[in-house]
């Protein structure tokens, strides 16, 4: 009967080769709890290390009939746990990555359309009301605070005295004032 803890690496990986099912099993006895320890002094996470390990190992046997070695078997198990690792840490980032986009989209672009939205309904409830001011009211507004023309110059061009025009502009603020209540007026005019 062949004695397998006897065995060399390189007898193992050629009996492994060949589907030598306790020779798989005696290197993962040689192998799993140093890989472990290798794996988790990187990660410092008991699941994920088992897990690559586990991967490794289940990998080696489902792949045993490829198995060409061009170092020792110790090397190739080493490397390959490494590689692993670094696929995790990649994975990380891309999902770190994804995980903060979304929360940026969240936090802003979402606001952003919501305030879109609320923006377009807000003007159109200041539209109305300063629509339904009296004509030349909401002519003298408009030309204030629309094409930001000067008391001086609307009287100027509506053939009216600045002190109309004052009056004017002061009496639709006042209305929209009360129409549009404190907040909404206070955002309106800013």
């Not at 140093?34 to 990998?59: G, M, P, T, W």
């Not at 509506?158 to 909404?184: A, D, F, H, W, Y």
Request: charged share 30%.
């Amino acid at each position: 009967m062949l004695k397998y803890h006897i065995l060399s690496d390189d007898e193992l990986a050629a009996l492994l080769n060949d589907g030598d099912q306790l020779a798989y099993t005696e290197i993962y006895r040689r192998y799993h709890a140093a890989l472990y320890i290798h794996v988790f002094n990187k990660l410092r996470s008991r699941e994920e290390s088992r897990d690559i390990v586990h991967d490794l190992f289940s990998s080696l046997w489902q792949n045993r009939e490829e198995l060409s070695l061009k170092t020792t078997l110790a090397a190739y198990l080493y490397t390959s746990v490494r590689y692993r690792v670094f696929d995790l840490f990649t994975r990380r980032q891309v999902q770190s990555k994804y995980i903060d986009s979304i929360a940026e989209f969240a936090v802003n672009g979402d606001c952003i359309t919501d305030h879109l939205i609320r923006e377009k309904q807000l003007m159109a409830i200041i539209e109305k009301e300063i629509g339904a001011l009296p004509p030349k009211m909401r002519e003298v507004f408009e030309l204030s605070r629309k094409e930001n023309l000067s008391h001086k110059e609307i009287a100027e061009k509506l053939n009216l005295s600045e002190k109309t025009v004052k009056k004017q502009v002061n009496n639709s603020l006042k209305i929209l004032r009360s129409k549009l209540g404190t907040v909404l007026f206070a955002a309106f005019i800013l």
